[in-house]
């Protein structure tokens, strides 16, 4: 099983980035993805998932509007756009993966009932 996390870098705020997921060794189909990142000093947050059952996609409060998840079955990748870009969006990002069937009442933001993850790609926003 593998999740390799890709695209990070230095943008300016009011940028774009889009981070890929490029997973191996078990099917897209039938587990959630999600996406999480830590800045120096705090914990690891989550920021955004994607429920395979349904393909309901979740955001926390924070980049909702801004960031948009997705997943692309044929290139065995799920991606996170992020628009507009701000500073405190600041962090490593890490993708990672679970079987649960993931719904509005399900506690995901701490990845808790994630069960394996990839490297993280540096996200850097700043002028």
């Known amino acids: 099983v593998q999740l390799q996390a890709s695209g990070g870098g230095l943008v300016q705020p009011g940028g774009s980035l889009r981070l890929s997921c490029v997973v191996s060794g078990f099917r897209l189909q039938v587990y959630s993805i999600g996406w999480f990142r830590q800045a120096p000093g705090k914990e690891r947050e989550g920021v955004s998932c994607f429920s395979y059952r349904d393909r309901t996609t979740y955001y926390t409060n924070s980049v909702k509007g801004r960031f948009t998840i997705s997943r692309d079955l044929s290139k065995n990748t799920v991606y996170l756009q992020m628009d507009n870009l701000k500073s405190e969006d600041t962090g490593v990002y890490y993708c990672?993966?679970?079987?649960?069937?993931?719904?509005?009442?399900?506690?995901?933001?701490?990845?808790?009932?994630?069960?394996?993850w990839g490297q993280g790609t540096q996200v850097t926003v700043s002028s």
């Open positions: 990672a993966r679970t079987g649960y069937y993931i719904t509005s009442g399900t506690t995901w933001v701490d990845g808790r009932i994630f069960e394996d």
